[in-house]
Protein backbone atom coordinates (compact mmCIF):
# COMPACT_ATOMS: atom_id res chain seq x y z
CA UNK A 1 0.00 0.00 0.00
CA UNK A 2 2.70 2.33 0.95
CA UNK A 3 4.90 1.54 -2.44
CA UNK A 4 0.96 2.42 -4.49
CA UNK A 5 1.15 5.52 -2.60
CA UNK A 6 4.14 6.16 -3.61
CA UNK A 7 3.78 5.71 -7.24
CA UNK A 8 0.65 7.88 -7.05
CA UNK A 9 2.39 9.88 -6.12
CA UNK A 10 5.52 10.61 -8.26
CA UNK A 11 2.36 10.51 -10.58
CA UNK A 12 0.93 13.43 -9.06
CA UNK A 13 4.97 14.84 -8.86
CA UNK A 14 5.28 14.93 -12.75
CA UNK A 15 1.94 16.74 -13.36
CA UNK A 16 2.76 19.65 -10.99
CA UNK A 17 6.22 19.54 -12.86
CA UNK A 18 4.47 19.85 -15.96
CA UNK A 19 2.39 22.47 -14.70
CA UNK A 20 5.48 24.52 -13.68
CA UNK A 21 6.93 24.14 -17.24
CA UNK A 22 3.83 25.41 -18.84
CA UNK A 23 3.84 28.66 -16.23
CA UNK A 24 7.15 28.87 -17.39
CA UNK A 25 6.64 29.05 -20.96
CA UNK A 26 3.62 31.10 -20.53
CA UNK A 27 5.30 34.03 -18.94
CA UNK A 28 7.93 34.10 -21.35
CA UNK A 29 5.78 34.11 -24.34
CA UNK A 30 2.96 36.78 -23.05
CA UNK A 31 5.83 38.80 -20.75
CA UNK A 32 8.77 38.99 -22.91
CA UNK A 33 7.78 37.81 -26.32
CA UNK A 34 3.91 39.53 -27.09
CA UNK A 35 4.26 43.28 -25.81
CA UNK A 36 7.82 43.56 -28.06
CA UNK A 37 6.47 42.21 -30.94
CA UNK A 38 8.43 38.83 -30.84
CA UNK A 39 6.52 35.96 -31.96
CA UNK A 40 7.29 32.61 -32.00
CA UNK A 41 6.85 29.27 -34.39
CA UNK A 42 4.50 26.44 -33.58
CA UNK A 43 1.06 25.85 -33.38
CA UNK A 44 0.45 28.95 -31.51
CA UNK A 45 2.63 30.88 -33.54
CA UNK A 46 0.05 29.85 -36.45
CA UNK A 47 -2.66 30.82 -34.88
CA UNK A 48 -1.52 34.03 -33.95
CA UNK A 49 -0.97 34.50 -37.60
CA UNK A 50 -3.41 33.87 -38.85
CA UNK A 51 -5.84 35.59 -36.34
CA UNK A 52 -3.73 39.34 -37.21
CA UNK A 53 -3.89 38.20 -40.89
CA UNK A 54 -7.90 37.79 -40.69
CA UNK A 55 -7.82 40.58 -38.27
CA UNK A 56 -9.42 38.29 -35.52
CA UNK A 57 -12.28 36.46 -38.04
CA UNK A 58 -10.16 33.07 -37.23
CA UNK A 59 -9.96 32.99 -33.22
CA UNK A 60 -6.51 31.61 -31.77
CA UNK A 61 -8.31 29.11 -29.46
CA UNK A 62 -10.06 27.57 -32.42
CA UNK A 63 -7.10 27.35 -34.80
CA UNK A 64 -5.60 26.20 -31.73
CA UNK A 65 -7.46 23.63 -30.37
CA UNK A 66 -8.22 22.24 -34.32
CA UNK A 67 -4.75 21.54 -35.11
CA UNK A 68 -4.00 20.16 -31.50
CA UNK A 69 -6.53 17.62 -31.61
CA UNK A 70 -5.91 15.92 -35.65
CA UNK A 71 -1.94 15.80 -33.99
CA UNK A 72 -3.19 13.88 -31.10
CA UNK A 73 -4.67 11.39 -33.13
CA UNK A 74 -1.52 10.97 -34.71
CA UNK A 75 0.58 10.80 -31.46
CA UNK A 76 -2.28 8.41 -29.88
CA UNK A 77 -1.60 5.33 -32.40
CA UNK A 78 2.40 6.44 -32.32
CA UNK A 79 3.29 7.59 -28.93
CA UNK A 80 0.41 6.26 -26.65
CA UNK A 81 -1.66 7.20 -24.06
CA UNK A 82 0.28 7.85 -21.12
CA UNK A 83 2.15 10.81 -23.99
CA UNK A 84 -1.40 12.35 -24.54
CA UNK A 85 -3.13 12.22 -21.58
CA UNK A 86 -0.17 14.45 -20.26
CA UNK A 87 -0.31 16.31 -23.33
CA UNK A 88 -4.07 16.72 -23.43
CA UNK A 89 -3.51 18.38 -19.97
CA UNK A 90 -0.61 20.42 -21.16
CA UNK A 91 -2.60 21.48 -24.36
CA UNK A 92 -5.67 22.75 -22.15
CA UNK A 93 -3.77 24.06 -19.09
CA UNK A 94 -1.15 25.87 -21.46
CA UNK A 95 -4.43 27.82 -23.41
CA UNK A 96 -5.42 29.03 -19.84
CA UNK A 97 -2.55 30.71 -18.52
CA UNK A 98 -1.83 31.95 -21.84
CA UNK A 99 -5.25 33.42 -21.27
CA UNK A 100 -4.53 34.46 -18.11
CA UNK A 101 -1.27 35.83 -19.19
CA UNK A 102 -2.30 37.78 -21.48
CA UNK A 103 -5.05 39.25 -19.56
CA UNK A 104 -2.31 40.29 -16.79
CA UNK A 105 0.20 42.01 -19.38
CA UNK A 106 -2.98 44.30 -20.89
CA UNK A 107 -4.35 45.33 -17.41
CA UNK A 108 -0.57 46.86 -16.73
CA UNK A 109 0.34 50.48 -17.09
CA UNK A 110 3.45 49.79 -18.77
CA UNK A 111 3.58 46.01 -20.62
CA UNK A 112 7.46 47.02 -21.12
CA UNK A 113 8.71 45.18 -18.42
CA UNK A 114 12.43 45.60 -19.43
CA UNK A 115 12.00 49.19 -20.64
CA UNK A 116 11.03 50.43 -24.00
CA UNK A 117 13.24 49.62 -26.98
CA UNK A 118 14.90 46.03 -25.10
CA UNK A 119 13.65 43.75 -27.61
CA UNK A 120 16.64 41.93 -28.08
CA UNK A 121 16.76 40.92 -24.36
CA UNK A 122 13.39 40.66 -24.19
CA UNK A 123 14.14 37.85 -26.37
CA UNK A 124 16.68 36.13 -25.30
CA UNK A 125 15.06 35.93 -21.79
CA UNK A 126 11.38 34.81 -23.50
CA UNK A 127 13.39 32.25 -25.37
CA UNK A 128 15.30 30.73 -22.26
CA UNK A 129 11.77 30.60 -20.66
CA UNK A 130 9.85 28.94 -22.92
CA UNK A 131 13.14 26.73 -23.68
CA UNK A 132 12.84 25.70 -19.98
CA UNK A 133 9.31 24.95 -20.49
CA UNK A 134 9.65 22.82 -22.75
CA UNK A 135 11.85 20.85 -21.65
CA UNK A 136 10.43 20.22 -18.24
CA UNK A 137 7.41 19.60 -19.82
CA UNK A 138 9.18 17.10 -22.51
CA UNK A 139 11.21 15.07 -19.06
CA UNK A 140 8.11 14.44 -17.47
CA UNK A 141 7.06 12.98 -20.53
CA UNK A 142 4.04 15.45 -21.04
CA UNK A 143 3.92 18.38 -24.27
CA UNK A 144 2.33 21.39 -24.80
CA UNK A 145 1.40 20.06 -28.25
CA UNK A 146 1.76 21.42 -31.77
CA UNK A 147 5.40 21.10 -32.96
CA UNK A 148 6.09 19.34 -29.71
CA UNK A 149 3.90 16.40 -31.21
CA UNK A 150 5.92 16.11 -34.34
CA UNK A 151 8.86 15.97 -32.87
CA UNK A 152 8.46 14.22 -30.50
CA UNK A 153 6.94 11.48 -33.17
CA UNK A 154 10.30 11.94 -35.40
CA UNK A 155 12.66 11.65 -32.03
CA UNK A 156 11.19 8.15 -31.52
CA UNK A 157 12.39 6.81 -35.29
CA UNK A 158 15.29 9.10 -36.16
CA UNK A 159 18.31 10.47 -33.97
CA UNK A 160 17.49 13.61 -34.42
CA UNK A 161 16.66 16.20 -31.17
CA UNK A 162 14.10 17.14 -29.72
CA UNK A 163 15.60 21.09 -29.72
CA UNK A 164 16.75 20.56 -33.64
CA UNK A 165 13.19 19.32 -34.58
CA UNK A 166 11.22 22.24 -32.50
CA UNK A 167 13.27 24.40 -34.49
CA UNK A 168 13.51 23.03 -38.37
CA UNK A 169 9.66 22.95 -37.69
CA UNK A 170 9.17 26.40 -36.68
CA UNK A 171 11.45 27.76 -39.39
CA UNK A 172 8.62 28.39 -41.92
CA UNK A 173 6.08 29.69 -39.63
CA UNK A 174 8.33 32.76 -38.32
CA UNK A 175 9.30 33.19 -41.79
CA UNK A 176 5.76 33.58 -42.32
CA UNK A 177 5.66 36.89 -40.37
CA UNK A 178 6.85 38.93 -42.70
CA UNK A 179 4.11 37.99 -45.01
CA UNK A 180 1.56 39.60 -42.26
CA UNK A 181 3.51 42.35 -40.74
CA UNK A 182 6.12 43.09 -43.49
CA UNK A 183 8.88 43.76 -40.60
CA UNK A 184 12.10 41.97 -41.47
CA UNK A 185 13.00 42.56 -37.54
CA UNK A 186 10.22 40.46 -36.49
CA UNK A 187 11.55 37.73 -38.12
CA UNK A 188 15.14 38.22 -37.19
CA UNK A 189 14.17 38.46 -33.52
CA UNK A 190 11.76 35.12 -33.90
CA UNK A 191 14.93 33.20 -35.49
CA UNK A 192 17.17 34.46 -32.49
CA UNK A 193 14.50 33.42 -30.08
CA UNK A 194 14.38 30.16 -31.55
CA UNK A 195 17.60 29.57 -31.73
CA UNK A 196 18.39 30.36 -28.28
CA UNK A 197 15.10 28.24 -27.25
CA UNK A 198 16.47 25.13 -29.16
CA UNK A 199 19.61 25.41 -27.25
CA UNK A 200 18.30 25.60 -23.62
CA UNK A 201 15.62 22.75 -24.53
CA UNK A 202 18.72 20.27 -25.74
CA UNK A 203 20.17 21.19 -22.76
CA UNK A 204 17.51 20.55 -20.10
CA UNK A 205 16.62 17.33 -21.76
CA UNK A 206 20.33 16.00 -22.30
CA UNK A 207 20.77 16.79 -18.58
CA UNK A 208 17.99 15.40 -16.64
CA UNK A 209 17.31 12.26 -19.15
CA UNK A 210 20.79 10.68 -17.89
CA UNK A 211 20.98 7.14 -17.14
CA UNK A 212 21.77 5.91 -13.75
CA UNK A 213 23.06 1.63 -13.03
CA UNK A 214 22.49 0.74 -9.38
CA UNK A 215 24.11 -2.11 -7.51
CA UNK A 216 22.03 -2.97 -4.66
CA UNK A 217 23.19 -5.65 -1.84
CA UNK A 218 20.55 -6.59 0.93
CA UNK A 219 21.57 -9.62 2.54
CA UNK A 220 17.64 -10.86 4.05
CA UNK A 221 15.34 -8.68 1.61
CA UNK A 222 16.63 -8.89 -2.08
CA UNK A 223 14.04 -10.23 -3.34
CA UNK A 224 11.46 -7.92 -1.59
CA UNK A 225 13.78 -5.18 -3.07
CA UNK A 226 13.81 -6.52 -6.70
CA UNK A 227 10.25 -7.18 -6.64
CA UNK A 228 9.65 -3.78 -5.68
CA UNK A 229 11.69 -2.54 -8.39
CA UNK A 230 9.62 -4.54 -11.65
CA UNK A 231 6.73 -4.09 -10.21
CA UNK A 232 6.34 -0.35 -9.01
CA UNK A 233 9.63 0.99 -10.62
CA UNK A 234 8.97 -0.73 -13.93
CA UNK A 235 12.53 -1.53 -14.43
CA UNK A 236 14.24 -5.13 -14.80
CA UNK A 237 16.66 -6.29 -12.24
CA UNK A 238 19.46 -8.72 -12.96
CA UNK A 239 20.91 -11.19 -9.87
CA UNK A 240 24.39 -11.61 -9.75
CA UNK A 241 26.33 -14.22 -7.02
CA UNK A 242 28.81 -12.75 -5.44
CA UNK A 243 30.66 -13.20 -1.96
CA UNK A 244 32.38 -10.96 0.32
CA UNK A 245 35.72 -11.55 -0.02
CA UNK A 246 36.37 -9.92 4.11
CA UNK A 247 33.45 -12.04 5.76
CA UNK A 248 33.65 -15.24 3.04
CA UNK A 249 30.08 -15.06 2.80
CA UNK A 250 27.98 -15.49 -0.31
CA UNK A 251 25.21 -13.40 -1.55
CA UNK A 252 23.33 -11.66 -4.37
CA UNK A 253 23.61 -8.40 -5.83
CA UNK A 254 20.79 -6.95 -7.58
CA UNK A 255 22.18 -4.83 -11.24
CA UNK A 256 19.74 -1.95 -12.32
CA UNK A 257 19.56 0.56 -14.92
CA UNK A 258 16.54 3.38 -14.85
CA UNK A 259 16.95 6.75 -15.69
CA UNK A 260 18.50 9.62 -13.41
CA UNK A 261 15.00 11.04 -12.48
CA UNK A 262 13.75 7.81 -11.65
CA UNK A 263 16.51 7.25 -8.79
CA UNK A 264 15.15 9.19 -5.87
CA UNK A 265 11.98 7.17 -6.81
CA UNK A 266 13.83 3.50 -6.32
CA UNK A 267 16.29 4.63 -3.54
CA UNK A 268 13.34 5.71 -1.43
CA UNK A 269 11.74 2.51 -1.81
CA UNK A 270 14.62 0.83 -1.22
CA UNK A 271 15.19 2.33 2.06
CA UNK A 272 11.70 1.47 2.54
CA UNK A 273 12.10 -1.70 2.36
CA UNK A 274 15.66 -2.36 4.08
CA UNK A 275 17.26 0.76 5.69
CA UNK A 276 20.60 -1.39 5.88
CA UNK A 277 20.78 -2.00 2.08
CA UNK A 278 24.32 -1.09 0.28
CA UNK A 279 23.49 0.94 -2.88
CA UNK A 280 26.64 2.09 -5.52
CA UNK A 281 24.79 4.66 -7.93
CA UNK A 282 26.96 5.55 -11.28
CA UNK A 283 26.30 7.80 -14.11
CA UNK A 284 26.39 6.39 -17.65
CA UNK A 285 26.63 7.83 -20.40
CA UNK A 286 24.16 6.01 -23.15
CA UNK A 287 21.41 3.14 -22.31
CA UNK A 288 19.81 1.61 -25.39
CA UNK A 289 17.30 -1.30 -25.20
CA UNK A 290 14.21 -2.26 -24.28
CA UNK A 291 12.72 0.55 -22.02
CA UNK A 292 15.40 2.81 -22.94
CA UNK A 293 16.48 4.59 -26.27
CA UNK A 294 17.02 3.02 -29.35
CA UNK A 295 19.78 2.56 -31.51
CA UNK A 296 18.95 4.91 -34.30
CA UNK A 297 22.51 3.93 -36.19
CA UNK A 298 21.68 2.86 -39.35
CA UNK A 299 22.57 -0.89 -40.21
CA UNK A 300 25.77 -1.71 -42.54
CA UNK A 301 24.78 -2.87 -45.85
CA UNK A 302 26.53 -6.52 -46.11
CA UNK A 303 29.11 -5.78 -49.25
CA UNK A 304 28.51 -8.03 -52.20
CA UNK A 305 30.53 -10.78 -53.01
Same mark, same amino acid.
Not at 66 to 92: E, H, P, Q, R, Y
Not at 247 to 257: G, P, R, Y
Not at 273 to 293: H, L, Q, R, T
Given at each position: ??????????????????????????????????????????????????????????? =?????? %??? /?? @?? #?? &???? +????????????????????????????????????????????????????????????????????????????????? =?????? %??? /?? @?? #?? &???? +?????????????????????????????????????????????????????????????????????????????????????????????? #?????????????????????????????????
Amino acid at each position: MKLSRQLLFHEIQQYVAILFGLVCYAVGWTAFMLPYGVTLGGVTGIAALLDFATEGGIP =IQLTYF %VLN /SI @LL #IF &ALKI +LGWKFCTKTIFGVIMLTLLLQVGKNVMGNLANPYLLGEGENFMSCVLGACLCGLGLGICFVNGGSTGGTDIVAAIINKYRD =ISFGTM %VML /SD @LV #II &ACNY +LVFHDIRRVLFGYVALFIMSIVLDYYINTTRQSVQLFIISHNKHQEIAEFITQQGHRGVTVLNAMGWYSKTEHDVLFVLARKRESSYLLSGIKQ #IDPEAFVSMAYVKGVYGNGFDRIKAKEKKTPKQ
